[in-house]
């Protein structure tokens, strides 16, 4: 897989356990490197791609944008409605019955409870699964927990559920430590995705690291 850059002649190639950091240091080109990546994700015309054997990917399905990783969210519409199909195939593979059960008993409790008004009443059955799991707020258990591990947790989710290929970062090595970086990116590989950060100014490397740097005159210095 590979990121494309026409307008400053970039190619990004991404290896199997290798954070790509591209480091600009001219503020108009990373302003415009990130606006190509946003038109790019968004479905409009742009001059980055995301390549993979030749094909060209569609940003918004294979590529994850964290520009604010403070504003993530674990349990988004997003995350909670994969999370809902997961268990209902699971629901519907492996515990049926119960569910049979479970739909008979609510059931049979609602009619007892009726059956003590003054009045008459009607309801509708249960019939998805996925009803209750709303009707009962399931959610991912995430406490209040730091950055780091919220950040993890995230890629862990997005990788998982949603077949993401790419997170792409924007100046993460500001506030974060060199050890929860690298549990990022250990996170990230593990499940098969790649990771792209985007700095604008030059900080530790790591040795799961490419480092690119575009300077201020726009040369580039790859290490």
């Not at 190639?13 to 946003?38: L, S, Y």
């Not at 349990?75 to 593979?93: F, Q």
């Not at 559920?161 to 430590?177: D, T």
Request: with cysteine; hydrophobic share 45%; proline share 1%.
């Amino acid at each position: 897989m590979r990121i494309i850059y026409n307008n400053a002649g970039l190619v990004l190639d991404f290896i199997d356990g290798i954070a790509e950091v591209i480091v600009i240091e001219n503020a108009k080109v990373m302003r415009d490197f990130i606006c190509e990546i946003w038109r790019d994700y968004s479905g409009h015309d742009a001059a980055i791609m995301l390549i993979d054997e030749d094909k060209k990917l569609n940003m918004h399905k294979s590529a994850e944008l964290i520009f604010n990783p403070f504003a993530i969210d674990v349990n988004s519409k997003k995350l909670k409605k994969l999370l809902y199909s997961e268990m209902k195939d699971i629901s519907n593979m492996e515990c049926q019955l119960e569910f049979y059960d479970l739909q008979s008993n609510l059931i049979e409790y609602i009619n007892k409870v009726g059956s003590r008004l003054p009045y008459a009443i009607s309801f509708d059955g249960i019939v998805d699964f996925v009803d209750i799991l709303q009707l009962m707020n399931t959610r991912f258990e995430i406490e209040d927990i730091d950055l780091e591990h919220k950040l993890t947790e995230y890629v862990k989710l997005v990788g998982q559920l949603e077949g993401r290929k790419l997170f792409v970062f924007v100046n993460l090595k500001m506030y974060m430590e060199d050890s929860e970086i690298k549990e990022l990116y250990k996170i990230a590989f593990y499940y098969g995705c790649s990771v792209m950060l985007i700095e604008s100014a030059e900080r530790r490397k790591f040795e799961e690291e490419h480092v690119t740097i575009i300077d201020k005159d726009q040369c580039i210095i790859e290490y």
